[in-house]
């Protein structure tokens, strides 16, 4: 999939702007338990705390490295680009259009003898 532009959204909190999940959350939690369980969705979705640490201009993306062998992750603006590998991995559902916006994307690459794995390069796109 290749990134679509997207019109511009209200800007995320910094993280220090937010609380953090607690008792005032569960019954939204609850609930989209049930929706991803009816969905049969359980191990293909989840919920992320949308935020932002720094302003990124409108067309930087947030790059993610990962170094499996240390256990390290990486993330970097750098100047977007559509890469048409990316698999979409994470959504802003805030858009007034009821359209759904890829955030972050991920990129497998693939070993010598063409077997795909994961642990190179990552998109977000916000």
Known sequence: MTAMPAKALPP????YEIDPAGPQDRACFDELR???ERHGALQRF???LLHQHFEMAPDEVLVESVDTENRILTMRPVSAKPNERAVET???LDDPSAQRRCEVQCVPDRDAQGNPYHGRVHYQTS
Not at 12 to 15: M, Y
């Open 34 to 36: 049930e929706v991803l």
């Open 12 to 15: 995320l909190p910094n993280i």
């Open 46 to 48: 989840g919920i992320t």
């Open 90 to 92: 994470s959504w802003r």
